[in-house]
């Protein structure tokens, strides 16, 4: 977890709540595996996952340089939706929340791929990213598509195949 005051890499968050499955690099993709709880004791540099819309902030690196992003932007979604919303040629329908466990795919931009387990049970939420690329990947939430009080992580596989995943804040804006 990482934390930042101003423009550049967001410092480590003071408590690391996400928690890496596995990193894996093959044919130019990069696969990440994490989970978090859906509500972490971390109040000040957590973001809670809730029942509501919410942004993706997602970036891709073109190294493991934490310093420059290739290219970012966010997504919005509600994360609790198992299925996306039922549209219509005069209005949209959202589709109800659940409150069973389920699993959902979502292609955020071209070359990165999302996939979420949510699990009431445990009151956690598991991801894989699968991301066209060498470099890091970087993976979070944010109100409202800015960096500022965005949730983040970063991570992939070094060049000595060692696998990463750092939990971070920003309140840059």
Known sequence: DRFSLKHGVPAVDKYQDWFLKSATEDNQVTRLSFYRNLFTMDTLEDYPILDENTS?????GSSDDLKRHATRGDYKINLFQAREPT????????????????????????????????????????????????????????????MKEADLIFGGVRDDKTSYLEDRFSQAS
């Open 56 to 60: 993706l902030v997602w970036a891709i």
């Open 87 to 146: 549209t219509t040629t005069t209005t949209t329908t959202v589709a109800p929340p659940l409150k069973e466990n389920f699993q959902r795919t979502e292609t955020i931009t071209e070359g990165y791929d999302v996939t979420w387990d949510v699990d009431f049970e445990t009151e956690s939420v598991s991801f894989e990213l699968r991301v066209k690329t060498t470099g890091y990947i970087g993976f979070g939430f944010s109100k409202d598509g800015n």
